[in-house]
Structures are given as structure tokens and as C-alpha cells.
């Protein structure tokens, strides 16, 4: 959680033209702390909260919806395998990670991300297999 608020400093501050003497003051001005490393979570909250209040505005972060709505679905089926507990990397990276290591030897190739995915083939496939998941989890998948 720390890296990623130091982060947002780091973008706020570069989004806003602030360069590093005034951020320094800036965090001087706010904590009392020169340097991000030496600060806490609440420190750099307030840091975030300065920077806001001078018009920072941080991203969602969030990608937008898959290009396809067969891609949606699969997803969908992750999230739902994820919010059942049935993985161990609940997000994309879990996703793409499973799309890997599923069907890597058997596409001979992989795209770095699930929604690179193009053949209706090779989406099926990763459909079929979260629904077989999804079953063995318990988790109810609809009809279609």
C-alpha cells in the first residue's frame, strides 16, 4: 500500500509540474518529513490530500471493458471464481496467468493479456475451461 501511495505522489507531482525541491517542501509544509520513504500511510495520505487540493486528480486506474463481449464473460467467470475463493490471484494478472500456463503449450502461443485474444477458438476454450471450474468450485454458472 505504501509504494502505490508513493507512486500517486510521484504522478501528482509531476502531473501538477511541481518538481522535486517544492514536492520536498511541499512534504515539509504537510508531515513535517522531507523524504516519501520515511513517512506513513497517513503521512502520505496527507501528502496526496495537498496535492489534491491543488488539483491533482489520480486515475481510477481501471481498464476499460474487454473488446468483446465473449471476453467479458470469461472475466465474468473469473471474478466469479475469484469472489467464491476459489483462487489464488483473483484479478487479471491471476487471468492472464491461468491463460498461460492453461493453454501455452497447446496454442504454441500466448498474448500478454486475455483481451489480445482474437479466434473464437481459442476463446471458447478458455470459456469451456473456467466453466469447468466454476463447476468443481460450486459456483453456478447461467445457461446459454
Known amino acids: 500500500m505504501r509504494a502505490a ?4 505522489v510521484h504522478v501528482g507531482a509531476r502531473q501538477l509540474g511541481i518538481d522535486t ?3 520536498h517542501l511541499m512534504q515539509i509544509a504537510a508531515t513535517g ?5 520515511d513517512m506513513t500511510e497517513e503521512d502520505l495520505k496527507a501528502v496526496l490530500k495537498v496535492l489534491s487540493n491543488k488539483g491533482f486528480k489520480a486515475s481510477k486506474g481501471k481498464r476499460p471493458a474487454a473488446p468483446r463481449a465473449d ?5 465474468k467467470l473469473w471474478s ?6 476459489a483462487l489464488r490471484e483473483p484479478g487479471r494478472k491471476g487471468l492472464n496467468a491461468f491463460v498461460r500456463a492453461r493453454f501455452g503449450a497447446s496454442w504454441g502461443s500466448v498474448p500478454a493479456d486475455i483481451d489480445m485474444l482474437t479466434e473464437w ?5 478458455v470459456i469451456d475451461a473456467l466453466k469447468a471450474m466454476c463447476i468443481r468450485a460450486g459456483v453456478e454458472v447461467e445457461k446459454k
Open 71 to 75: 471476453l467479458r464473460y470469461a472475466h
Open 5 to 8: 501511495l508513493i507512486r500517486k
Open 33 to 37: 518529513k522531507q523524504s516519501l520513504s
Open 21 to 23: 525541491e517544492t514536492r
Open 80 to 85: 466469479m471464481l475469484g469472489e467464491a475463493g
Open 121 to 125: 477458438a481459442q476463446i471458447r476454450d
